[in-house]
């Protein structure tokens, strides 16, 4: 594992493969740690970078509040650092809006973007109350919220059955400091509305998308696909595809230019 230092907060990466880079971004609550298998596999045809966005992973903090383009700045500084001047990119949830929010502040460094059970739209005013209302609920009792937003994710089913994995991805985030998640929570409040920009983006794009997420919803973000001239990849589960539908995701990232 390697770091780098944003606003005096250090960001934890790693590094497998050379050529044709690709970095993958974790989501809310999540780390680098969701995309090991995958960057085990897709490294033996190209570089894959992994990043720990701010106040999540062993990555640190650096104020009240981590906007998308502060994230986006951060993970440029890794890029930086390791002298990627192109790249693709794939963001899950929260990580497609940092993947957005660089395209939109360094539009010649991308030159494939996809979305994981992610979208372009900005928080509507019934999602920013429910986002200060999960902000105050992490300052009162994190571990409680983390647990609670962790089992919302899938259906119950799927919850039974990839209990195990969910159980490692839970007693990561349990230890994430509450700022950071606090700090999360606000950026995603305050982020820009990135559809024209999704449309506009002329390189390769991919909106991955599952029938089953409680959290971004199927139909909405087919059309948004549509509108936006997005190649649409629909998988059978929930809000984690790295977990639940992983064979075909991994399937999809291989095809990434």
């Known amino acids: 594992m390697r770091k780098t230092t944003y606003k005096k907060a250090a960001i934890h990466y790693t590094v497998k493969g050379t050529g044709n880079p690709l970095v993958l971004l974790h989501g809310f609550l999540e780390s680098k740690e969701i995309w090991t298998d995958f960057a085990e596999e897709l490294s033996l045809k190209r570089q894959v970078v992994c990043i720990d966005l701010p106040g999540h992973g ?9 906007s998308m383009g502060e994230m986006a700045e951060a993970v440029k ?4 650092e390791l002298n990627i001047k192109k790249v693709a990119l794939a963001g899950h949830s929260m990580g497609g809006y940092v993947g957005l929010e660089l395209c939109y502040k360094f539009p010649m460094l991308l030159n494939a973007l996809v979305l994981v059970n992610s979208t372009p739209f900005a928080d509507d005013d019934k999602r920013k109350i429910n986002r200060d209302r999960a902000a105050n609920f992490v300052l009162r009792n994190k571990n409680a ?10 259906t119950r089913e799927n919850y039974k059955r990839f209990k195990p994995q969910l159980e490692v991805i839970k007693l990561r985030a349990l230890n994430i400091p509450k700022t950071g998640i606090y700090a999360a929570i606000k950026g995603m409040k305050v982020r820009k509305d990135h559809l024209e920009l999704f449309a506009n983006f002329e ?3 991919i909106i991955v998308a599952g029938i089953n997420d409680p959290i971004v919803d199927y139909n909405t973000i ?7 001239g997005s190649e649409f990849k629909s998988l059978p589960d929930g809000h984690l595809s790295f977990l639940e539908n992983k064979k075909e995701l991994l399937e999809i990232l291989q095809f990434i230019d």
């Open 58 to 66: 062993d990555s640190g903090s650096f104020g009240s509040i981590h």
């Open 77 to 80: 500084t890794v890029l930086d």
């Open 145 to 154: 919220f983390v647990k609670m937003a962790i089992a919302n994710l899938m």
């Open 203 to 205: 390189h390769q794009k």
């Open 222 to 228: 087919k059309l948004i696909s549509k509108r936006c």
